[in-house]
């Protein structure tokens, strides 16, 4: 009864995790950032103007457009398929304006298979050129690996139930462990790319040669909070059932 308990609440935390391992993997907002780089005109706004008759009585003419110039905020929001940015009010919060219930008709996408680390754009050599763009493949290895992973542990795991197979059972719980220490060297990497790689350059790329004075802010996304939310789930599945199937064969 015990094993059969504590198998139930492993297979829970598992698959919580697996889940979380999915949406991370899934979605494009491992890195949430904004910009000011560049003058933008925003639409235009109305004013009146107005004048005297003959009698003394002030008139007010037609409304005549006026347009305001001001500096919008460049959103940027990326993950493992795409990288995204598009325009938004400068009083905009970052990761509430990047969810799906606001995504506006102009956002610019491409392709971002190997993110997060900066790639160079154009030609090779380029100036904004940075040698770690090295890594990106090792972070793409990881997060794939990770995934398969975690599905592999889950599908042994599954069939481990019926056959009550100790076997499956601590194979399964290994993949968990695993995936759970993938995952979380994958993040330790992207952190020590926020927090030391110029990310700012990475941010602007091309464009900063225009604005070497533009101000980004860079946060860290749901995609990535997701990711870090499962590590312990699976890790914890992984022990559970780990312990699992020690107890199945040690009763056999």
């Given at each position: 009864?015990?094993?059969?308990?504590?198998?139930?609440?492993?297979?829970?935390?598992?698959?919580?995790?697996?889940?979380?391992?999915?949406?991370?993997?899934?979605?494009?907002?491992?890195?949430?950032?904004?910009?000011?780089?560049?003058?933008?005109?925003?639409?235009?706004?109305?004013?009146?103007?107005?004048?005297?008759?003959?009698?003394?009585?002030?008139?007010?003419?037609?409304?005549?457009?006026?347009?305001?110039p001001?500096?919008?905020?460049?959103?940027?929001?990326?993950?493992?398929?795409?990288?995204?940015?598009?325009?938004?009010?400068?009083?905009?919060?970052?990761?509430?304006?990047?969810?799906?219930?606001?995504?506006?008709?102009?956002?610019?996408?491409?392709?971002?298979?190997?993110?997060?680390?900066?790639?160079?754009?154009?030609?090779?050599?380029?100036?904004?050129?940075?040698?770690?763009?090295?890594?990106?493949?090792?972070?793409?290895?990881?997060?794939?690996?990770?995934?398969?992973?975690?599905?592999?542990?889950?599908?042994?795991?599954?069939?481990?139930?019926?056959?009550?197979?100790p076997?499956?059972y601590?194979?399964?719980?290994?993949?968990?462990?695993?995936?759970?220490?993938?995952?979380?060297?994958?993040?330790?990497?992207?952190?020590?790319?926020?927090?030391?790689?110029?990310?700012?350059?990475?941010?602007?790329?091309?464009?900063?040669?225009?604005?070497?004075?533009?101000?980004?802010?860079?946060?860290?996304?749901?995609?990535?909070?997701?990711?870090?939310?499962?590590?312990?789930?699976?890790?914890?599945s992984?022990l559970?059932?780990?312990?699992?199937g020690?107890?199945?064969?040690?009763?056999?």
């Amino acid at each position: 009864m015990r094993v059969g308990a504590a198998a139930l609440t492993g297979g829970i935390f598992g698959a919580v995790g697996t889940l979380c391992f999915l949406l991370a993997f899934g979605t494009d907002y491992w890195l949430v950032a904004s910009d000011n780089c560049g003058p933008h005109t925003w639409p235009t706004q109305t004013t009146q103007t107005g004048g005297k008759d003959v009698n003394g009585t002030e008139v007010q003419s037609d409304v005549e457009p006026v347009t305001v110039p001001q500096r919008l905020l460049t959103l940027h929001h990326e993950g493992f398929f795409w990288r995204c940015v598009f325009q938004v009010e400068p009083a905009a919060h970052a990761v509430v304006a990047t969810l799906f219930t606001n995504q506006p008709e102009s956002k610019l996408c491409s392709h971002g298979y190997l993110f997060p680390l900066p790639v160079a754009l154009g030609q090779v050599p380029h100036p904004s050129y940075d040698a770690t763009a090295v890594f990106r493949g090792f972070w793409t290895v990881l997060i794939i690996l990770g995934l398969v992973s975690a599905l592999a542990g889950g599908f042994l795991l599954v069939c481990g139930v019926p056959f009550i197979s100790p076997r499956l059972y601590k194979l399964g719980g290994a993949f968990l462990i695993a995936a759970a220490c993938l995952f979380l060297f994958m993040l330790l990497l992207y952190v020590l790319w926020m927090e030391v790689v110029d990310v700012k350059s990475y941010v602007l790329q091309e464009r900063g040669e225009a604005c070497p004075d533009a101000e980004v802010s860079v946060l860290y996304g749901l995609s990535f909070m997701v990711a870090v939310a499962g590590v312990p789930l699976e890790l914890v599945s992984g022990l559970v059932f780990m312990l699992v199937g020690r107890a199945l064969r040690a009763s056999k």
